[in-house]
């Protein structure tokens, strides 16, 4: 092994926004990865987003079309969950959803090899849950990266109960070799990230479902006299209103504190279809 966490290959099991961006990262530092969904509906579209998120990456200058193709070509689109054997690393990056997840761990524990180590890329809920679902739970813990995942260069490390030694020097190893920054932090609901952030986009929520400003108003406050590169609205909006909520109501639960509570305008928003970008439509509308 030539590289100090020992990993060569990578699994991504879960093609959405954030595992079809992790594995790009990740066949950018020049990993070959295998990034497996189920159908081939979800697996067109992951190739569709990394297809124009590479073509932004060239047009922006972070890689030339010699480094874009090469970086295709190490990721390989699959339904074939068998795939994922021989990865020295599976992350799993599957909707938040426990019982979903579980299932995904199951399944993964089954396919990949004893010796690798198992992300998940769950916001919100304990590791320490997910790790049982798995036979060796030393080498399980959180890999929690950020969107838009080519550009933001933190990846949270939640170390939990079981987790080995040897597992989180190996993934913090791996985390600098994709050229971004670790964070470590214990497993509980928030992180270090969440916990600042989710507090600070329900108290804009709040703000705007009492109609103490409007939409842009509350965005250009931050936007503008803070210097932040979205808006509070604007960023649930991108994050997806069902995530946030699902991170917020983990909060809820966990800490029990009101600071945490999604308002109700967010509950009616996420019910009734209104989850942001993803949906064409959240606090402002999308073509
Ligand atoms: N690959 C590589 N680089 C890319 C890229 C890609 N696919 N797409 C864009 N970039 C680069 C651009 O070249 C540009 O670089 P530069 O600043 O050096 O010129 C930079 O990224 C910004 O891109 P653009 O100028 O095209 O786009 P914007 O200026 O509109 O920025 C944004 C878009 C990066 C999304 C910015 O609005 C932003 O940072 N927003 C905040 C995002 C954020 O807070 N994310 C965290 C969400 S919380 C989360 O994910 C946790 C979860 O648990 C909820």
């Known amino acids: 092994m030539s590289n100090a966490s020992g990993i060569e290959s990578v699994a991504v099991v879960g093609a959405g926004l954030m595992g079809s961006g992790i594995a790009e990262s990740v066949a950018v530092a020049g990993f070959p990865v295998v990034l497996r969904d189920v ?11 990394i297809e124009s998120s590479f073509t932004r990456a ?6 030339d079309a010699g480094q874009a193709g090469l970086a295709r070509e190490r990721i390989e689109l699959t339904t074939d969950l068998e795939a994922i054997a021989g990865a020295d690393l599976v992350i799993e990056a599957v909707p938040e959803n426990l ?26 809920i304990p590791i320490a849950e997910l790790a049982q679902a798995v036979h060796v739970p030393e080498r399980v813990l959180g890999l929690h990266f950020f969107a ?41 609901s928030g992180f270090i990230v969440n916990m600042l952030l989710i ?13 103490f400003a409007s939409r842009e108003d509350i965005d250009a406050g931050m936007k503008l006299g803070c210097g932040h590169p979205m808006g509070p609205l604007t960023l649930c909006d991108f994050i997806g209103l069902d995530v946030v909520y699902a991170i917020s109501d983990s909060l809820v639960e966990e800490f029990k504190a009101h600071e945490y509570a999604p308002p109700p305008l967010l509950k009616r928003m996420v019910a009734s279809g209104r989850l942001g970008r993803k949906s064409g439509r959240g606090f402002y509308e999308y073509e």
């Open 99 to 124: 019982d979903l997840k579980l299932e995904v761990m199951r399944a993964i524990d089954r396919a990949a090899e004893d010796d690798c180590v198992i992300g998940s890329n769950t916001s919100s």
């Open 58 to 63: 060239v047009a922006g200058g972070k890689l």
């Open 199 to 211: 507090p600070y986009l329900m108290a804009a929520v709040r703000m705007y479902a009492e109609g």
């Open 39 to 49: 159908d081939e509906v979800s697996v067109g579209r992951a190739r569709d987003r």
């Open 148 to 188: 838009p995942v080519p550009v933001m260069r933190l990846v949270e490390i939640v170390v939990a109960l079981d987790t080995s030694a040897s597992t989180l020097t190996r993934a913090t190893a791996f985390v600098e070799e994709l050229g971004k920054s670790a964070i470590e932090t214990k497993d509980r």
